[in-house]
């Protein structure tokens, strides 16, 4: 048994370390699974009684391992307490009429207007907050912005939506982090209080950007010149919202998102590019280092592309992912490897711990990780064929590459995907073998040429045929769109099938040896509790005004005055295909099953099992109300009813009493 142990650990030598990142994921995961915030010695405490673990292990292998593990997790848990205890709280917003004033931080264009968001908001009057608004201003607003320039209006602001049920999307959190405090519209024109101050980086790369898309919105209509200042300076607010939405279902909604693809594309288009002039001239091909140079000048091209998009966090990912292949080339190593892939996720998580509950670090993490194995398993065959084709044969191979590569890296993040938004698109191979080259090969080194030409105002020169482009991508996800289950919903999954699926995703890829085999099970574990995760009976909305009931193959709603949207939106899902289904109650109360819906306060509930009310409700002791006052304490509540027996599960179990969950309103 150790001598079979003993030969897996030889076979599997130098991929140990890429246990390192995991570790410190599942402990940053961990934090921000708690209940309650956690004491800042704690972290610390943890981490010096590791290292101390690991220096008394050092000469005991397998020991030393175990203690390398101990402190990659107690340092992500630690900088994870820091990074929270780092960040401002939370303002209060009182409801009514604001007088607002700020700096401009940042302008979007939208299909129906304008949105900024305003640094150092000060509240009527007040002392400026230490975090930002986001205010949608009136479509006829005059008043010709720059970032940097001081503004005042009235306006109406809200605090970040509470989660539509137990368990989903937590828009507290991604604030408390990205640094906002307030969402809001404008009530009236704004009102310029200082122009901005010459010679600033950051706003003049924002002016930059509104000038970019100002640029393109005057030459391509709104349907692919959205697309393409999307593409060109990050801002995908224009976007309207079915195509969009055609994108989504489509599977190409990664073209949309400014991130690793864009950066692999300008990349790439710059190394080419540059790599072949250098090597024009036979000195310089012979005698300089060709390739370290072209790498170096696609780096900063990179660069320059994230600076230019807005610097956000995937673009940034993706480009420290390209400075460690940069590095490699130069030391002589491989550009892309699951060393590098491991190295670039440390240093994610130790920048930006909060990244790892998000989409973007959990999608694009487990489709390079799912490339980079998938193809060193491929290797072999590839190289075969490629060396024995004729031209028809490379054309062939370069089409199974596409689906290959669509296929690992749309299969690999696919489950974090249906996890996030609980929805897959089955179509998404066909649809990104069309769009990726596409995009690669003519969108954008048309949009790059469009801005080398704007200082000339030639930019149409390039536009016009980069719109053409984007206009055959926008028909494919059309068409796409309208094929039989483009979209398929599927209630939320439970986070331990999430958690078991990137478990055995894991194992399958970071091992060279047959016992990685066993990570196509465990991740069939995870879609089979998936699968069996039963959607509840009853929920109700974080303000009560929706209510749903299940009855049978049934869902009914009960809706009040004036429903929340959003929340509307996100119950679509929770029980898979199965529509939500308006219910009428002609009577103050209707029973479904065990579960009575009362519209006031009444007694005689013996009958029932559980009761629910969009209103304070007194009467019926001794049975499980959910009302209104109960959802503002608790949050969304969701309840599952067996007979007499009710299960509750509520929003403020789950986030428990955290510095970025909304404060709960009282009665």
Known sequence: ?????????????????????????????????????????????????????????????????????????????TRAEWRTAHEPPLAFISTGVIKLSGNIARIELLPTGKRITLSAPSLDGGAPLPRAVRIKLRADDPVPLQAGDTVQCYAMLFGPDRPAYPGG????????????????FALNHLAMLNTAPPNHLADALQNLRADIAATIMAVLPVETGAIAVTLLTGDEQAIPPQERQNFI?????????????????????????????????????????????????????????????????????????????????????????????????LVLMLATPETVMGTSFQMSFSAVLALISGYAAVQHIFSRFHASSSRLGNVVMHVIGLAYTSLLAGGASMPFAAYQFQQI???????????????????????????????????????????WGIGVIVWITAHIAQWPDALMRIQPMPPASILVIAAGLIWLCIWRSAPRLAGIPVMALGALLALLARPPDVLVSPDAKLIAIRSGTRVLLTMQHKPDRFTLEQWAPVWGQTPLTPAHCSANACQVGQVLFAAVSQTGCTSAALVVSPVPFTGCGGVQVIDRGFVYRNGATAAWVNGSKVTLRTDRQIQGFRPWVVKYQQL
């Open 1 to 77: 048994m150790f001598d079979a142990f003993a030969r897996w650990v030889e076979a599997e030598h130098g991929r140990f370390m890429l246990l390192l990142p995991i570790a410190m994921g599942a402990a940053i995961l961990l934090y921000f699974a708690l209940p309650a915030e956690p004491p800042l010695w704690l972290g610390f405490a943890a981490l010096g009684l590791s290292v101390a673990a690991l220096a008394a292990s050092w000469r005991h292998l397998y020991l030393r391992f175990l203690m390398a593990l101990a402190v990659a997790a107690s340092l992500g848990f």
């Open 169 to 184: 999307w937590d828009q507290g959190r991604d604030d408390f982090f990205s640094g906002l405090n307030a969402y809001g």
């Open 249 to 345: 279902e489509a599977g190409l909604a990664h073209i949309l998102a400014v991130a690793g693809l864009h950066v692999g594309i300008i990349m790439g288009l710059a190394f080419t590019a540059s790599r072949y002039l250098l090597t024009r001239n036979e000195r310089m091909a012979l005698r300089w280092p060709t390739k370290s140079i072209a790498t170096t000048l696609a780096l900063l091209a990179g660069a320059g592309y994230a600076a230019l998009t807005g610097s956000h966090l995937p673009i940034l990912r993706s480009l420290a992912m390209a400075s460690l292949a940069t590095l490699g080339v130069f030391v002589g190593r491989r550009a892309v490897s699951l060393r590098g892939l491991a190295v670039a996720a």
């Open 425 to 467: 698109q089955p179509y998404w191979i066909p649809a990104n073998i069309l769009a990726v080259p596409l995009t690669a090969f003519w969108i954008m080194p048309l949009g790059l040429l469009a801005l080398a030409l704007m200082p000339l105002h030639a930019a149409a020169v390039a536009l016009v045929p980069m719109g």
